[in-house]
């Protein structure tokens, strides 16, 4: 029973991360420069993805890696970060995609809930009959 309400929370951490990962690359769509350390430099956001795997135990682990490629070249010459051609390196984001990915996020997370609620209400009918 504890393994299924774990497995259930390492699932709704990772449709919160996956949500967390798309909204990072939606708000930063149009980022071609980034800030380090106070110095702006023409190096556009790297969008991320989210990556899952099962674990052994039940349940999944999440880690991110950069899209790739992390930027395509628009021609956009008034922008400060485009080059001698007029080409500005926008980082490699599909807004239609990551929309996606926050929705079904969003349903994995309900779905993931739903189990937990089903797991407690479980729990608490055999603490009863034991009682």
Known sequence: MINAINASVSGFTAATQRLNVSAQNIANEFSTQTEQNGVVSN???????LEQSALTTGGV?????????PSIQLYDPNNPAANAN???P???VDP??????AQISSYDAQG???AIKVENNLFQK???IVS
Do not use: E, M, R, W
């Not at 239609?96 to 990915?101: E, N």
């Open 126 to 128: 055999v603490l009863n």
């Open 61 to 69: 682990a999440t880690s991110t890696a950069p899209v790739t490629p």
């Open 43 to 49: 190096t556009p956001y790297v969008p991320q993805q």
């Open 112 to 114: 993931n809930l739903a």
């Open 96 to 101: 239609a995609q990551q929309l996606i990915q």
């Open 86 to 88: 007029g080409l500005t």
């Open 90 to 92: 926008y980082p490699n």
